[in-house]
């Protein structure tokens, strides 16, 4: 395999990880709509508040 096979391999595989975790925040984001009944603005922002704290 070749550097540019690898560098393309490498870049799809970040970009399906990127998509990945957008369908599951916005999954969890139901979840949360529908466990708490709340609207959708606050499950937002937990899930921001969430992904602030996992950096820190």
Partial sequence: MNY??????FESRKQLIEEITELDE?????????KYGTSPKFAIIYIL??????KL
């Fill in 49 to 54: 508040r969430n992904r602030f704290l996992q």
């Fill in 4 to 9: 540019i096979e690898y560098d393309l391999l």
């Fill in 26 to 34: 916005k999954r969890s984001t139901i979840s949360l709509c529908l």
